[in-house]
């Protein structure tokens, strides 16, 4: 996955190479990628919000300027069929990878999904699964469910 501040540098990169000011050396360059990936290392995400508190930072500033370049991009093309993981044997796992890629939850009461490990990409997305899935054992086994906060 690329990030903001990597977009930033292959912008400049170019711009030298082709001796123009304008972004990316004034030539048309196609990005792929699937953002469903995990994010950069280090970098922060083309789609990610800004860190204002940042913007004091040469890094910061590299970040945003990167994101404006992302938001120079006019045209997007989005591939919608699945060819890896074709065929019927695998239409769950492809129905999982769609639900994942759209933000939307796979039903955490069916029992199918009981014994399944949940990998995720940040601590944010980790807490939200996990409140889900208490919420969801409770009603499950009929229990009230009580949340306690420790303060240190």
């Not at 030298?16 to 994010?39: E, S, T």
């Not at 204002?52 to 994101?67: I, L, N, P």
């Not at 695998?90 to 399944?116: A, I, M």
Request: a positive charge.
């Amino acid at each position: 996955m690329l990030g903001c501040r990597f977009m930033l540098k292959i912008s400049r990169a170019l711009s030298k190479a082709k001796q123009n000011d304008l972004p990316f050396g004034g030539i048309n360059v196609i990005f792929a990628g699937d953002f469903a990936q995990l994010g950069p290392v280090r970098d922060p995400r083309l789609f990610s919000f800004v860190d204002t508190s940042r913007v004091g930072t040469v890094s910061g500033q590299e970040a945003v300027f990167g994101k404006l370049l992302w938001f120079a991009v006019t045209t997007v093309v989005i591939l919608t069929v699945v060819m890896r993981q074709g065929g019927d044997a695998n239409s769950l796992f492809v129905g999982l990878l769609q639900r994942l890629r759209t933000g939307s939850s796979p039903d955490w009461n069916s029992k199918k999904w009981e014994h399944t490990p949940t990998i995720v990409s940040n601590n944010r997305i980790k807490d939200l699964l996990n409140e889900r899935a208490t919420e969801a054992y409770a009603r499950r086994t009929g229990q009230k469910l009580h949340w306690y906060y420790s303060v240190d």
